[in-house]
């Protein structure tokens, strides 16, 4: 059964940085696009970043480029979200996501799996 646990989210304030991981288990992904997205209370899920299987090929969401690196080891099937310079408009809950195909996407449909979810919260 393929499960994906996400982990690093938290309290932190403007300005600040976390680091988020999303380590998948049950089968191996280096063949899959893995992605995080996010979701504010009263709004609909968001592409936040992408990341082909390979990790040639990323795409970002414009209100976090440049902010936001995401990566990946395929070797401990894990992805990362390395979010700085954190704003109050990031607060959301952070979703990790892996699709069966290997190119990236940007819409939630579009992916096969997720986790469920890690709490970032940025105070002003």
């Known amino acids: 059964q393929v499960q994906l646990v996400e982990s690093g989210g938290g309290l932190v304030q403007a300005g600040g940085s976390l680091r988020l991981s999303c380590a998948a288990s049950?089968?191996?992904?280096?063949?899959?696009?893995m992605g995080w997205f996010r979701q504010a209370p009263g709004q609909e899920r968001d592409f936040v970043a992408a990341?082909?299987?390979?990790?040639?090929?990323?795409d970002y969401a414009d209100s976090v480029k440049g902010r936001v690196t995401i990566s990946r080891d395929n070797a401990k099937n894990t992805v990362y979200l390395q979010m700085n310079t954190l704003k109050p408009e990031d607060t959301a809950v952070y979703y990790c996501a892996v699709r069966n195909g290997r190119l990236v996407r940007t819409t939630p449909s579009d992916y096969d799996y997720w986790g469920q979810g890690t709490q970032v919260t940025v105070s002003s």
């Open positions: 990341i082909n299987w390979s990790g040639g090929v990323i």
């Open positions: 049950g089968r191996t992904f280096s063949s899959s696009a």
